[in-house]
């Protein structure tokens, strides 16, 4: 069992930015973030295994830079330029082994 705890969340202007932060009980290969907006499905994100490689979503290649600190067993979420419609609940999520583990989601706003 891998705990996740996660930060960072709040409310912010259309254009403005925030950090997401993430620490897991144990270390995992993969580790990344996913968001759930009201009546849609949980999507990803972006990830990062333990040897750096990255995965975006579409909708935030260019704002949003995933990145991690293995000796820290954390995971980070740079959301920069963000619009109304990154307005969901973040979830961090990690894999150990056959195994995925979901943080309890930090919610982020974004609205004038």
């Known amino acids: 069992q891998v705990q996740l705890v996660e930060s960072g969340g709040g409310l912010v202007q259309p254009g403005g930015s925030l950090r997401l932060s993430c620490v897991a009980s144990a270390s995992t290969w993969l580790m990344g973030w996913y968001r759930q907006a009201p009546g849609k499905q949980r999507e990803l994100v972006a990830s990062i295994t333990s040897d750096s490689t990255t995965n975006y979503a579409d909708s935030v290649k260019g704002r949003f830079t995933i990145s991690r600190d293995n000796a820290k067993k954390s995971v980070f979420l740079q959301m920069n330029d963000l619009k109304p419609e990154d307005t969901a609940i973040y979830y961090c999520?990690?894999?150990?082994?056959?195994?995925?583990?979901w943080g309890q989601g930090t919610q982020v706003t974004v609205s004038s």
């Open positions: 999520l990690c894999r150990a082994g056959m195994y995925s583990y």
